[in-house]
């Protein structure tokens, strides 16, 4: 089965009032970088690369680095072209765009692999550990206003947290690190008197801080049985995140800005995180996400993967929440401790919640994993050609 043609799409869909801020930037948009493999035989294989950055060298190391050297090939080598496409772009391209291009394109691979075999991914895996997985709830950013005043941005963020407790989630994931300590402190404090005590807060610093700073942060946040600690240093920052974990009663995780199986083993021996969350679209796709699961596992450290972007990402995120094990393993398993959750962000996301022609939904606070043949999603296309800035 050939490869006949490699098309990208870059979506774009400004959020206008509705934009939102992590610790680093504004999100004034959501975009997303899409790429359609097309074999001789009429299957078409859709992936994603990429989460917060530029779309467009995701698009051209596809178009004019990596598609060249893949048409003509053969569909189901993916595992050979994940090799060689990675030998090829080594010396300069071990991080960043090249690996969210190959990410994009070991998706739709698999999704080719799977439409061909009549069967989702995590079949053709042979992994079926189970088929839903709980969704947490990240939210409880913040607008511009609260850069002037914490105090006005309270009653917003307690109605937003108690409205995900009343939609039936029973986790949830605040943005921390844009404020001071003592801000970020009001903030949390606000959350956890809205939802009380029985409901699992994580939150995310996105890397805001020094590894001193984040063990002052972490102070408040082991007052208030914070349950995980997100990015809480830069993640070139190794020291400083081992320092934290053998510092702070929480645990710490990380990984969704790493890349491939080298940039996991590094953070594993250095004993950076009790959690990794790679993000499928970047860390080199499916492929890439299994092996380093696999490493993971080697040290006793759960994964539970970092999901943004399209349906397309979410749809292979659920695909691979299926082939995550128990870790480590006990007759009862239990989201957070030893199972996976998958995180759902609940900013507006149309790529998300209007790309595919039958939107995943959450159930239950639930969502299932496609069952459908490959990812198990269909694009809309008049959906993508809507949102579609530039096609290549
Ligand atoms: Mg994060």
Known sequence: ????????????????????????????????????????????????????????????????????????????????????????????????????????????????????????????????FRDHVPAYATGCYYREEDLRDVHSSLARLTEEAKAYKEAGFRTIKAKIGLLSIEEDTLRLQAIRSAIGNDIDLLVDANHAYTAASAIRMGRALESLGVKWFEEPVLPEDKEGYARLRSILDIPIAGGECEYTRWGFKDLFTHGCVDIAQPDLCVCGGISEGLRIQSIASSYNIPVIPHAWGSGIALAATLQFLACLPIQPHTANPIALQNAPMIEYDRNPNPLRDDLLREPIRLQDSCLAIPQGAGLGVEIDEAVLNSYCEVKA
């Open 1 to 128: 089965m050939i490869i006949k043609s490699i098309n990208t799409f870059v979506l774009r869909v400004p959020l206008g009032a509705k934009t939102f801020y992590s610790s680093q930037c504004p999100f004034p948009e959501r975009k997303s970088l899409l790429v359609r493999i097309e074999t001789d035989n009429g299957i078409i294989g859709w992936g994603e690369g990429g989460q917060y950055g530029p779309a467009e060298p995701v698009a051209a190391a596809i178009t004019h680095v990596l598609a060249p050297q893949l048409i003509g090939r053969n569909a189901l080598d993916r595992l050979c072209l994940w090799e060689e496409l990675y030998a090829a772009t080594r010396d300069f391209g071990r991080q960043g765009s090249y690996i969210e291009a190959l990410s994009a394109i070991d998706i739709a691979l698999w999704d080719i692999a799977g439409k061909f075999h009549q069967c989702p991914i995590h079949q053709l895996i042979g992994a079926s």
